[in-house]
C-alpha cells in the first residue's frame, strides 16, 4: 500500500521566516496530494491540496509542489505568523484513491 | 451546515465494556470515513462507506471492531470488548462525491479505555 512519510517531524521558525516540510510516498499511481492543518485539540482541517496534472498551487501564503518524477510534494508556509503554529499532515491517494495520511510535522512559529 | 457531528466528546470506560461512537456526516455527502489517531501510528483509515455502504474495512484493527451507516445521517462505530490500547481520538470524516473531494472532519471522540 501507499507510505506516506514527512520531514523534519518537528520545524521551529522564527515568526516572519518562511517554513517548508516535505512529504515523500510510494505509489506511482498516486494523483491527489491534500495537506491537513491541525491545531493542539482540534479537528484536521484542509488547508491545500494539489492534483498530479499540476506542478504548484498557491494560495495567498501557502503553496504547494509536486513532484512526480521523485515522488514527493511540499508546503511552503511564507511570511509566518504564531497562528501558523500547527501539526501539518500530508496526505496521498493510493491507487485505489483512498488517502494514506503521513505522521504529521509540528511547526512552531517563536513571536 | 454545522458539519460533521460527533458524540461523546469524551469517553472513558473500562477495559472489557463496549463502546459506541456516533457521527453525523454533512448532509448530502455520499462518503464518510472513520479515522482513528494515536501518537505512534498517526492518523489510520479504518473504514469508508459510499452511500451507506461499507466499501473498505481493511484498515480495521480486530473483529472487536465494527462499524455501520443505517441512513445517510447517521453512523457508528463499536469496539467490544474495549482494550487499554483502543485508547485513541476517533474521527468522522465525510466528502461529497469521491475520496479525493475534500474530506470534512468531525471534532473527535477522545477514548480512554482503563
Known amino acids: 500500500g501507499e507510505n506516506v512519510e514527512q520531514h523534519p517531524s518537528t520545524l521551529s521558525v522564527q515568526e516572519g521566516d518562511s517554513a517548508v516540510i516535505k512529504c515523500t510516498y510510494s505509489?506511482?499511481?498516486?494523483?491527489?496530494f491534500p495537506w491537513y492543518k491541525q491545531e493542539l485539540g482540534k479537528r484536521p482541517q484542509l488547508i491545500i491540496d494539489?492534483?498530479?496534472?499540476?506542478g504548484e498551487k498557491k494560495d495567498q501564503r501557502i503553496a504547494v509542489t509536486l513532484n512526480k518524477t521523485a515522488k514527493h510534494f511540499s508546503l511552503h508556509i511564507t511570511e509566518t505568523q504564531p497562528e501558523d503554529s500547527a501539526v501539518y499532515f500530508c496526505?496521498?491517494?493510493?491507487?485505489?484513491?483512498?488517502?494514506?495520511f503521513g505522521k504529521g510535522n509540528q511547526v512552531v512559529v517563536i513571536p | 451546515d454545522a458539519g460533521v457531528i460527533q458524540s461523546p466528546r469524551h469517553e472513558v470506560t473500562e477495559m472489557g465494556q463496549e463502546v459506541t461512537l456516533r457521527c453525523k456526516p454533512i448532509?448530502?455527502?455520499?462518503?464518510l470515513f472513520w479515522y482513528r489517531q494515536t501518537m505512534m501510528r498517526g492518523l489510520e483509515l479504518l473504514i469508508y462507506f459510499n452511500n451507506n455502504v461499507p466499501i473498505d474495512d481493511s484498515g480495521m484493527p480486530e473483529d472487536r471492531f465494527s462499524a455501520k451507516m443505517p441512513n445517510a445521517s447517521f453512523s457508528t462505530l463499536k469496539i467490544q470488548p474495549s482494550e487499554p490500547r483502543d485508547s485513541a481520538v476517533y474521527f468522522c470524516?465525510?466528502?461529497?462525491?469521491?475520496?479525493?473531494?475534500?474530506?470534512?472532519f468531525g471534532p473527535g471522540t477522545r477514548l480512554t479505555v482503563l
Open positions: 448532509s448530502g455527502h455520499d462518503y
Open positions: 494539489i492534483r498530479s496534472n499540476v
Open positions: 505509489d506511482s499511481a498516486s494523483n491527489y
Open positions: 470524516a465525510s466528502s461529497l462525491g469521491s475520496l479525493t473531494d475534500t474530506q470534512y
Open positions: 496526505a496521498a491517494s493510493d491507487g485505489n484513491n483512498r488517502l494514506a
